[in-house]
C-alpha cells in the first residue's frame, strides 16, 4: 500500500466510517474519475499529475510509484511512470476515463491522451488558448471547454491522423523567447521546425523562408540563410512541411459565440433523420441541428447549442442574472436544464430554446446538477440538495447538514451522496430525503467524489484521498445524527407533489 495509506481490521463505525486516507499527490485534488466497470479510478490535482487507484483491491492501492523528489525536474515533459502521469505543465482541471484510455485538461490549455496500460501519453491536444474547464468523449470525439470561450470538438484517435511531435510539449512562451515578435501561424511553423532541429535560433521569418543562425556559435546579428539535417535525416525544410500538413488535424470543430469563459458543456448524441427547421425562431443562421448537438454554459449567463458538424449555434438560452455552472438533460433529450449562479434552476425545451419554467428553491447560487431516471439533483452554495421531477418541475425532497456549498453529487443504488466545501460529505436515501451517514475527516474543501459498491471515495482541496465505508446502511440504526424533518419548507398537501411522487414511485429512485 501507498505512503500515507491507514487501514484498520477494526470496525470503520468507531473511525467515522473511514477505511483508508492516501496523501500521495502534492497539491489539492480538483478532479476524479471511475471506470465504467468501477474498477479504476483517476483523481488529477494542482501538483499537475493524474494517479490511478485500484479501487476493487483490498485494501484499495494506487497503481505504480514515482519519487516526488524529482518531480519538478518531470513536469512538463512526456515522460512517464506507471500509475502517475505526468505532462502537463500547469495544473489538472478534469479527467475521464474512455475505454482504456485516460484524457485530461489542464490549465496550461492542452489535453492529454493516456494509455492506461502503461501509463504513456498517446497524444496531446494544441489549440485552447487559455485554461481548459471540462471535457466529454464518447469514443468517436472529445469536446473540450475553456476560458478563451470557445468549445472545441477533437479526433478521439488524433494520434492516428498525424505522428506525435517532440515538440508539442514546449509551452509558447518558449516559442516566443526563441523568435521575438514573430506571431503568424506559418511562421510558428518554421519556429518550430527550427526547434526541432535543435541547432538553430530564429532571426526572423517571413515569405516561407526562415533566417536563421546556429546555436552557441558567434556569427552576425544578420544571421545565415541555411538549412540543416538533423533529426531522423530529415532537412529543415522537410520538418517545416510535414509539420504545416498535420498542423491541427486533431481538431475537427470550434464554436465561438460566447463572451466570457465556458465551463459546463454536454453531448446529446442525434437521434432520428434531421429535419430542417428553418420557420421556428432563434435559430441563429442555422436550419437545424444535422446530427450531434453540444451544449455549452458560460460565465456569460447563457447557454448555447450547437451542431456539431456545421459549428453553428441553434440556440441560445438567456434568462438567468449570473454564470450558468452545470448543465443537466432528461433521458430523452427534451428538456435542457441549467444551474445558475443566481440559484434558480431553468428548464428549457432543447429544440426550440423555449424556458418552460423556473425551479426555484435554493437560496444561494446552485453549483452542480445530475439526473437519475426522471429525476434532477441540484447542489447549491445553500448548503443544501435537492430533487426534483423532472416532468413537473417540482421539488420533492430537500437534503441538509452541510454547513457550506455542496460541492458535488452522485447518486448510488438509491442512496444520495453529496460532497461539500464545509470538509464533510453525506449519505441520504434519496427517495425519503433522510441522513444516514455523515464522513469527516478532510481538512478543507471536498471538490470530488466517486462511488463504488460498498465504498465512497472522496478527494479535497487539502490534498488528501479518502476512502469510507458505506456498507450496512439498509439495515443500521443511525447514532448521533439528527435527521432533518423531510421538505419542511414544502407544504405536506401540495397535490403537484405527491402526483409526481405517487406517479413515480417505485421506479424513480431505484436501481
Known sequence: MGCGASQNSASSASRGWILQSFREHKGPINCSALSDDESLLVTGSEDGTVKMWSTQSEPVEMLGKISMANLENLKGTACFVPGTLIGHSSYITYCTIHGSYIITASADGTMKKWNIADASCIFTFHGHTARVNRIVCNGNFIISSSMDKTIRAWHFHAEMLAPQNILEDIPDEELAEAAPGITEEQDLDLIEAALLARKFSIISARDDKILIKPRDSIVSDLGTQATFDGVSQKSFEEIYNQRKKNKHKDCIQVFKGHHKGVFPILFIPFVGDAQSDENEDGLEGSTGPKGDIIISGSFDWSARSWDLYTGKCLKTFKGHTQAVNDLAVDPEAEYLFTGGGDGSIRQWVLRTGECKRVLVGHQGPVVCLITHAKMLYSGSADGTARSWVMEFGESTRVYRGAAKTVE????????????????????????????????????????????????????????????????????????????????????????????????????????
Open 408 to 511: 458535488c453529487l452522485r447518486y448510488y443504488d438509491r442512496m444520495l451522496f453529496a460532497g461539500s466545501s464545509d470538509t464533510s460529505a453525506r449519505m441520504y436515501e434519496a427517495k425519503s430525503g433522510s441522513h444516514k451517514r455523515s464522513f469527516h475527516g478532510h481538512e478543507n474543501s471536498i471538490t470530488c467524489l466517486e462511488v463504488t459498491r460498498g465504498r465512497l471515495f472522496t478527494g479535497s482541496y487539502d490534498g488528501t484521498l479518502f476512502v469510507w465505508d458505506t456498507t450496512g446502511v439498509v439495515d443500521e440504526t443511525v447514532f448521533n445524527v439528527e435527521e432533518e424533518p423531510e421538505d419542511s419548507d414544502i407544504e405536506e398537501d401540495d397535490e403537484n407533489v405527491q402526483k409526481a411522487m405517487r406517479i413515480l414511485d417505485g421506479f424513480v429512485h431505484g436501481t
